[in-house]
């Protein structure tokens, strides 16, 4: 059987169908916002809808302990936010151009001490 053969049996070859996007685990481009999350009106919801993973924290010792919860950093436009997530909603979707998750081990490395859950790097169209 010839490779053209071969490619026209395949399933959805003669759809027509496109290949499903293969979307990275820590990072959040702006064309995936387009597709994924058009409604979308801040930076916040964009995370919260596509990688709800990047917005949770962790306490620094045990719950039974009391200890206190460490945020996750965010950095926009390589500007350090003092109010942390809360700086998300700040910011409108359509003026993000990528969000990139750091783990803690990288946020720290690249940052300094107090990353504990790594850091949220926001880059706008500003």
Request: hydrophobic letters at 35%; aromatic letters at 4%.
């Amino acid at each position: 059987m010839s490779a053209l053969a071969l490619l026209a049996a395949l399933p959805g070859a003669s759809q027509g169908q496109k290949p499903k996007p293969n979307y990275q685990r820590d990072l959040i481009t702006q064309e995936e916002i387009r597709e994924r999350a058009p409604a979308a009106r801040d930076a916040f919801q964009v995370v919260q809808q596509l990688r709800p993973h990047f917005l949770h924290e962790r306490t620094t010792g045990t719950m039974a302990e009391g200890s206190p919860r460490q945020p996750v950093q965010v950095y926009i436009d390589g500007v350090q936010s003092a109010t942390r997530t809360a700086a998300l909603r700040d910011i409108r979707a359509e003026l993000v151009i990528e969000i990139k998750y750091l783990n803690p081990s990288d946020a720290t490395s690249r940052y300094g001490t107090g990353h504990m859950n790594g850091a949220i790097l926001v880059a706008t169209g500003k």
